[in-house]
């Protein structure tokens, strides 16, 4: 547990001060911290640099309190997210120095604004010390930690950035909540836990959720969604999340949909085992727009966001079905289904049916660990997107620059349409070799009926084999923040 508050005094008794520094200006009101750097300067130990620290300690009133040099680089260059990444290395020096009461010496800034400072160092400290360490029986290794925000080094009164730690704190729980959700194996996160969390977080956070069930999924007419649940023991559940923060606005209505394969063996297009065993993650998409409707309904935003998640298990049996089958769907379109393993877009396509037939939907995003491919394009660092829209599509860059989940446009050309065009049915659901992530997003174009759609493929950022800056290994959350800043700009 983490907890981030801001609090000007430096008089409670911490145990570990962090002094965060720009590149060529090593200075603090304090003749013996000052000393410190100095040397630690001349002997090229630290400079300031990006990202560097340096751990060091000083005796006040008799005891002994550490002291951790943090280097931003030049306040130029700052970025919020520089800000996020710098404070979510910091986290490993405090683990190494078995903090438990953290002081953090906000610098001088002379043009970045302190609140995108106070944001981000929130952000990446709460962010950063996130550990899904639940089924280990060890005794638990990470502290609790208390970090006060502070300092007479800077030039602004901090009372006024109450409401930033309050809200970077809010932002940092949607994604945490995301992350458990992902993290949580997949002979646990079953679909029906799935939808017993989503009314779970709808009770405690304050959005509607409905969950339809196996008979109501056939009533709908959701065949495509039925032939990727039918394999697995696990019925499917069709979540469906709610918040009205704009009832005069009936018609505007914004649908976020998640991709929500508990487990993903590929089915009888079986996937090798290295690439099956992160499958749990393959409802990512899903976890990040539950995680959006938190906050959403937590901040009570004043829109009408409506989210669907389609939850099932590509599973392996008798009745699992198979490369060559032809099925339909809610939308209407019979589709070819040439590899079982391109699942998640025919959960989604009736998802999004559903999203604009009955829930009314009149812009829609879905979201979606969705194609290797992906990650050959943009690896882990950003997340490709497919629209028709390019207004919508510059929202969407607005809320990036907010939260630093990256996100790329990838063309959707005509050319790339026919690929995926059957010859004894409507669709395929695979467009062969090339383009893998534009085909996965326009075969999901098909059914969006002219309504402004975004498509973010996420399966290179949802999920970490290795740390990175302020996401640990595993789950990072990707999408939820997103979503929120981006529900919060329609
Ligand atoms: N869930 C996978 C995509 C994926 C791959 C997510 C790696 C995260 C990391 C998806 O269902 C899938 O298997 N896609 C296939 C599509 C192919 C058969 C056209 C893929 O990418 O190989
Ligand atoms: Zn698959
Ligand atoms: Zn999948």
């Given amino acids: 547990?983490?907890?981030?508050?801001?609090?000007?005094?430096?008089?409670?008794?911490?145990?570990?001060?962090?002094?965060?520094?720009?590149?060529?200006?090593?200075?603090?009101?304090?003749?013996?911290?000052?000393?410190?750097?100095?040397?630690?300067?001349?002997?090229?130990?630290?400079?300031?640099?990006?990202?560097?620290?340096?751990?060091?300690?000083?005796?006040?009133?008799?005891?002994?309190?550490?002291?951790?040099?943090?280097?931003?680089?030049?306040?130029?260059?700052?970025?919020?997210?520089?800000?996020?990444?710098?404070?979510?290395?910091?986290?490993?020096?405090?683990?190494?120095?078995?903090?438990?009461?953290?002081?953090?010496?906000?610098?001088?800034?002379?043009?970045?604004?302190?609140?995108?400072?106070?944001?981000?160092a929130t952000e990446g400290l709460i962010l950063g010390a996130y550990k899904f360490d639940k089924y280990s029986t060890e005794e638990k290794k990470a502290k609790d930690l208390i970090v006060d925000l502070g300092g007479h080094r800077c030039n602004v009164e901090l009372d006024q950035f109450e409401a930033v730690v309050e809200e970077a704190v809010m932002l940092s729980e949607?994604?945490?909540?995301?992350?458990?959700?992902?993290?949580?194996?997949?002979?646990?996160?079953?679909?029906?836990?799935?939808?017993?969390?989503?009314?779970?977080?709808?009770?405690?956070?304050?959005?509607?959720?409905?969950?339809?069930?196996?008979?109501?999924?056939?009533?709908?007419?959701?065949?495509?969604?039925?032939?990727?649940?039918?394999?697995?023991?696990?019925?499917?559940?069709?979540?469906?999340?709610?918040?009205?923060?704009?009832?005069?606005?009936?018609?505007?209505?914004?649908?976020?949909?998640?991709?929500?394969?508990?487990?993903?063996?590929?089915?009888?297009?079986?996937?090798?085992?290295?690439?099956?065993?992160?499958?749990?993650?393959?409802?990512?998409?899903?976890?990040?727009?539950?995680?959006?409707?938190?906050?959403?309904?937590?901040?009570?935003?004043?829109?009408?966001?409506?989210?669907?998640?389609?939850?099932?298990?590509?599973?392996?049996?008798?009745?699992?079905?198979?490369?060559g089958d032809i099925i339909g769907s809610m939308g209407g379109k019979n589709i070819e289904v040439l590899n079982t393993d391109a699942e998640g877009r025919l959960t989604l396509v009736d998802a999004v049916t559903y999203a604009i037939r009955k829930e009314g939907a009149s812009e829609v995003v879905d979201i979606a660990t969705l194609t290797g491919a992906a990650l050959v394009a943009l690896g882990t660092t950003a997340t490709g997107v497919v629209t028709n829209n390019d207004e919508f599509y510059n929202d969407l860059e607005k809320a990036s620059s907010l939260t630093g989940e990256k996100v790329w446009k990838l063309p959707a050309f005509e050319e790339y349409k026919k690929l995926i065009k059957s010859d004894i049915a409507d669709l395929k659901n695979v467009g062969g070799r090339h383009a893998g992530t534009i085909t996965a997003g326009l075969f999901i174009g098909e059914f969006v009926e002219d309504k402004p759609w975004l498509h973010l493929d996420i399966a290179g950022t949802a999920w970490l084999g290795s740390a990175v800056d302020y996401c640990p290994k595993g789950a990072t959350g990707e999408g939820a923040r997103i979503l929120y800043e981006l529900a919060k700009l329609r």
């Fill in 1 to 120: 547990m983490i907890k981030v508050t801001i609090n000007k005094k430096v008089c409670r008794e911490v145990d570990t001060i962090i002094f965060p520094f720009f590149e060529g200006n090593l200075s603090i009101p304090n003749e013996e911290v000052n000393n410190t750097l100095k040397r630690l300067e001349e002997r090229d130990q630290f400079k300031g640099a990006f990202g560097t620290t340096f751990n060091s300690t000083r005796t006040k009133d008799g005891r002994v309190q550490d002291i951790v040099f943090l280097g931003l680089g030049k306040e130029d260059g700052l970025t919020v997210d520089k800000v996020r990444k710098a404070f979510g290395k910091v986290i490993k020096n405090l683990e190494t120095l078995k903090s438990s009461e953290v002081f953090v010496g906000l610098p001088y800034l002379e043009k970045f604004e302190m609140a995108g400072f106070v944001k981000g």
């Fill in 174 to 323: 949607g994604t945490i909540i995301a992350r458990d959700l992902v993290n949580e194996p997949a002979n646990i996160m079953i679909p029906s836990l799935l939808a017993d969390e989503a009314v779970r977080l709808g009770k405690e956070f304050g959005f509607e959720v409905e969950v339809k069930d196996l008979k109501e999924i056939e009533e709908l007419g959701m065949e495509a969604f039925l032939n990727v649940a039918k394999g697995s023991i696990n019925e499917p559940k069709l979540i469906v999340m709610r918040h009205f923060g704009e009832p005069d606005n009936k018609d505007k209505r914004l649908a976020l949909v998640g991709k929500g394969l508990t487990f993903d063996t590929g089915g009888y297009s079986l996937k090798p085992s290295t690439s099956m065993d992160t499958m749990k993650s393959d409802m990512g998409g899903a976890a990040a727009v539950i995680g959006a409707m938190c906050l959403i309904a937590q901040k009570n935003i004043k829109k009408n966001v409506v989210a669907v998640v389609a939850a099932c298990e590509n599973a392996i049996s008798g009745g699992s079905y198979k490369p």
